[in-house]
Nanobody
Framework: VQLVESGGGLVQPGGSLRLSCAASGFTLDDYNYGWFRQAPGKEREGVSC????????YYADSVKGRFTISRDNAQNMIYLQMNSLKPEDTAVYYC?????????????????????WGQGTQVTVSS
């Protein structure tokens, strides 16, 4: 299983970014997968997840209404569209496969909550 993120960068407050995650070695339908983030000095936070079984999506309150998770099964890609970005969204963002259901990762998380994760991509929101 391999997950490779891309799409991070520097953006002004109110701007948008789309993160991409290329998945290989597994079929998207077989797992629940999503994104977590970690900012310096802060705990890891699960921000979004999509169920492999029924495509139901989950979001942390901190990003609800601003972030959208999606997937492209044909390309084995996972995306996170981030709009109306705020300075507090600044963090390294990781694509990951949840060990259990999506409801277990929309909270403060540890690496033991995941089967696998990528190397991360930096998102910086600053003027």
């Amino acid at each position: 299983v391999q997950l490779v993120e891309s799409g991070g960068g520097l953006v002004q407050p109110g701007g948008s970014l789309r993160l991409s995650c290329a998945a290989s070695g597994f079929t998207l339908d077989d797992y629940n997968y999503g994104w977590f983030r970690q900012a310096p000095g802060k705990e890891r936070e699960g921000v979004s997840c999509v169920s492999g079984r029924d495509s139901r999506t989950y979001y942390a309150d901190s990003v609800k209404g601003r972030f959208t998770i999606s997937r492209d099964n044909a390309q084995n890609m996972i995306y996170l569209q981030m709009n109306s970005l705020k300075p507090e969204d600044t963090a390294v963002y990781y694509c990951a496969i949840a060990l259990f259901g999506c409801n277990t990762i929309i909270r403060t998380v540890t690496l033991s909550d995941f089967r696998s994760w990528g190397q991360g991509t930096q998102v910086t929101v600053s003027s």
